[in-house]
């Protein structure tokens, strides 16, 4: 039952048929082109004409006293289909590839009309007249034609060859074993569940504002589903939308006819590393359709509601859980590492299981007997099985939005050496250990950590430096957006539990040389004087920042944590606090006053604060703290 803490399993994997091949036929030659619009400021005016003209003016508010629940899921269905009339867009095509021989489209003739239109020029500034010849704009126009016909012969060559690729070469074998690795085959028939779906209970009417609410909670910028309907689109008119999902939710709830275009999913292999031929080497992001999602928050939200009641979850459980933190779970290991590793106290062993796939090749069916048994509402697990029942998903091969075929889914998260055994197999012992993204070492130090992510974030920052002069059209601020959410992101993770043992300015130099590699600056200007023209904090500032809002918003959700608790009333000092104290200290605080702040206002310092100190050496939260 647990992730995180000690536990002895006995473990019998019945995997039927494993070694056999996939049932299904995976093939690209019948594939089809799915590509939605970006979502943009003209494009949200262009939504809002079209919404008011079409579809409030077509689809009247549902009521479930005038239409059955068949009819208004079919009317359902027809506004989704409405929708995606607006979103749909032909797929674009390929961009330019720039190779160190030029366009690889820029043929004889385009090289044949250039060496033309060069001598006509050259011909005219030697003759030194004052106006070009009537001929060099004839010229001109027969250099771009050539240009055009030369692009779009070689884009369609490229696209016929794409959609003509022969199933058996090894990018198509890669992508089958891809697709059989995580789809395996169906679930035996079982009838374990049958009795439970006799005489189901009947589920209360839907809420509008609980819709509202799940509305309000949807993150914008996401890429939709198979539906393309942004989350922008939805939240535009979220109390038109919370009436008619509350309506057509309740007869889903009553049918079980769950819309099909929520079951599908467009797979996009994302390549992290290696080589490109090896399945392996990519990371699979599954796109959802958006409102499928919020009908799967409605029964998640009653799911959760069931297991809280039932104390099913233990406090160990920090997984998929609000107000847990896998910090938190690193903070307590590092604790007991540290607590135990001293003569006196004895010795501390920890194993680590590492399920790979678990999420995506764990059999449904188990999960489905297992709730059953727990006692969970027989419609909300009949509402979650048909939620799941019939899925499918489709891979994109091309960046014009090529699917394949689709494929259903039905699974689917210097020292003493010694020597350790499992049924007589031994058991490697390891120096360094990843544990929820942290590296731990045998001696609690941090250098390997410190070393993973600084040539994690190096990396980043090049290819974002890459990226802004060859195709980042020279924008700044996107520049600084996308560096804090990556770069920062990277080196600011679980940095309360390391930022206070190791020397925060050997990271800065991170930041210092992508902010005077982005504007081009010569060495002799300060690293201040950047930070000050682009009115960003130092990198040690920031850490300190997250490093502090971590501790405030431990203590206050230290009454709902306990292990937090039990780290807490532990003898033992706990990992850091003597260095925030010292920290907030210097800074000319009190910690015990700083407790006392309301959270919000702690880790959210007013605008106005914000751009003042800009230009103060002190960080800002500091100040602004002691504002408030």
Same mark, same amino acid.
């Given at each position: ?440 070492? &045998?001696? /609690? ?8 992510? =600084?040539?994690? $974030? !190096?990396?980043? +920052?090049?290819?974002? *430096? ?120 210097? &800074?000319? /605080? ?8 309301? =959270?919000?206002? $702690? !880790?959210?310092? +007013?605008?106005?604060? *914000? ?18």
């Amino acid at each position: 039952m647990s992730d995180h803490l000690p536990l002895s399993a006995k473990l019998s994997l019945d995997w039927q048929s494993i070694k056999s091949r996939h049932p299904i036929y995976m093939g690209i030659n019948t594939a089809e082109q799915v590509r939605g619009i970006k979502w943009s400021v003209t494009q949200a005016q262009k939504y809002m004409e079209f919404f008011q003209q079409e579809i409030i003016q077509t689809h009247v508010a549902l009521d479930l006293d005038l239409y059955g629940h068949e009819q208004i899921i079919n009317s359902f269905s027809q506004l989704t289909e409405d929708l995606m009339s607006f979103f749909t867009v032909p797929a674009i095509q390929v961009n330019r590839a720039h190779f160190k021989t030029g366009a690889p489209w820029f043929n004889l003739k385009c090289k044949q009309a250039r060496r033309h239109l060069c001598a006509i020029y050259n011909e005219y500034k030697s003759s030194g007249a004052l106006v070009l010849p009537r001929n060099y704009q004839q010229a001109k126009t027969a250099y771009k034609q050539a240009q055009r016909m030369a692009k779009q012969e070689w884009q369609q060559n490229r696209w016929q060859k794409i959609k003509e690729i022969p199933l058996n070469q090894k990018y198509c074998h890669g992508l089958g074993i891809l697709l059989r690795k995580y789809f395996a085959s169906p679930d035996s028939k079982t009838n374990a569940l049958d009795v439970v779906f006799y005489h189901l209970p009947i589920r209360p009417p839907t809420d509008p504002d609980e819709i509202l609410n799940l509305i309000s909670k949807l993150k914008i910028g996401k890429a939709p589903g198979p539906d393309l309907v942004p989350a922008e689109a939805i939240k535009l008119h979220s109390d038109w939308w919370a009436k008619i999902l509350a309506v057509t939710f309740d007869a889903i709830n009553a049918t079980g006819r769950v819309p099909k275009i929520w079951k599908d999913a467009i797979i996009i292999p994302i390549y992290k590393k290696g080589s490109p031929d090896n399945p392996e080497n990519y990371r699979n992001i599954s796109l959802l359709s958006i409102v499928g999602k919020i009908y799967a928050r409605f029964l998640l939200n009653r799911l959760i509601q069931w297991a809280e009641k039932k104390k099913l979850i233990g406090p160990e459980q920090a997984g998929f859980r609000p107000n847990q933190s896998t910090t938190d779970h690193v903070l307590v290991l590092h604790h007991l590492a540290r607590k135990y590793s001293s003569s006196n106290r004895g010795q501390l062993c920890a194993a680590f299981i590492n399920l790979k796939a678990a999420f995506d090749r764990i059999p449904r069916r188990l999960l489905w007997e297992k709730l059953a048994r727990r006692g969970i509402d027989r419609r909300l697990l009949w509402l979650i099985i048909q939620l799941h029942e019939g899925s499918a998903a489709r891979m994109r091969i091309t960046p014009a939005g090529d699917l394949t075929n689709s494929v259903p889914i039905n699974r689917g998260v210097r020292r003493k050496s010694y020597k350790w055994q499992l049924d007589g197999k031994p058991i490697e012992q390891v120096y360094k250990f990843q544990y929820l993204g942290v590296f731990l070492q &045998y001696n /609690l130090g941090w250098k390997a950590h410190i070393a993973h992510i =600084l040539n994690k $974030a !190096k990396a980043l +920052s090049f290819a974002l *430096l890459r990226f802004f002069f060859s195709d980042g059209a020279l924008h700044v601020p996107s520049a600084l957006k996308v560096f804090k959410a990556k770069v920062i992101a990277t080196l600011a993770y679980a940095v309360p539990l390391w930022g206070t043992a190791v020397n925060l300015m050997t990271l800065e130099v991170i930041q210092n040389q992508f902010l005077r590699r982005l504007l081009k600056l010569p060495q002799c200007v300060s690293n201040a004087a950047i930070r000050l023209e682009l009115k960003t904090t130092s990198l040690e500032n920031t850490l300190w920042r997250r490093s502090l809002c971590y501790w405030l918003s431990l203590r206050h959700r230290l009454p709902n944590l306990y292990l937090i608790q039990c780290l807490w009333r532990d003898n033992f000092p706990v990992l850091g606090a003597k260095e925030i104290h010292s920290k907030v200290v210097t &800074y000319g /605080l009190s910690p015990s006053e700083l407790l006392e702040l309301d =959270l919000a206002t $702690a !880790k959210k310092p +007013s605008l106005k604060n *914000l751009r003042r100190l800009t230009y103060n050496k002190t960080p800002f939260w500091v100040v602004a703290l002691a504002h408030h």
